[in-house]
């Protein structure tokens, strides 16, 4: 190998990686990406059979896309066997589960629903509810309470939180 041939190239190789870094930070905040959690769970008996959890949590779009919810679901992963599902509960209809349910506390972050917006670079605090076909004492003894918010365009993000 020449000389010369190295040194050309040495510089294609430079030239190469510097437009590789160009181009994987020009397309950084093209992907949606949410960051955040779970703050607080508050479980509580609707009945001798069924139960409902309300969550309040935390998320920030890092990204320069908006997100825009498509679906919200709720599951509860028990020390063992299947995880068990949930029925979203409606925005409009948090306020009458709050109010019937005192033991659950009051509204304190606007709910989550399907359309909303979380504008590029936006960090917002915000609620769901769920009702669980399981008594209280089953929800409680849950391993994690899984939030997956599901996007538009397919994307999915994935929160989980002890109910304890």
Do not use: C, W
Request: hydrophobic share 45%.
């Amino acid at each position: 190998m020449s000389k010369q041939f190295a040194i050309f190239l040495g510089i294609g190789v430079v030239v190469v990686a510097i437009a590789l870094v160009f181009i994987l930070y020009g397309n950084k905040g093209s992907h949606l990406d949410l960051k955040g959690g779970i703050l607080k769970v508050r479980t509580g008996a609707i009945d001798e059979n069924s139960s409902a959890a309300v969550l309040d949590f935390r998320v920030q779009n890092t990204s320069d896309v908006p997100l825009v919810v498509r679906d919200v679901t709720i599951t509860a992963d028990p020390p063992s066997g299947d995880p068990i599902e949930s029925q979203i509960i409606a925005k409009r209809d948090y306020q009458q589960l709050l109010l019937f349910n005192r033991f659950l506390g009051q509204q304190y972050n606007e709910g989550l629903s399907i359309k909303d917006k979380i504008a590029p670079h936006q960090q917002v605090d915000r609620m769901v509810a769920a009702r669980f076909e399981v008594p209280q004492a089953q929800l409680d003894k849950a391993k994690q309470i899984r939030m997956v918010i599901a996007d538009m365009d397919g994307a999915e993000f994935t929160f989980t939180k002890s109910p304890k």
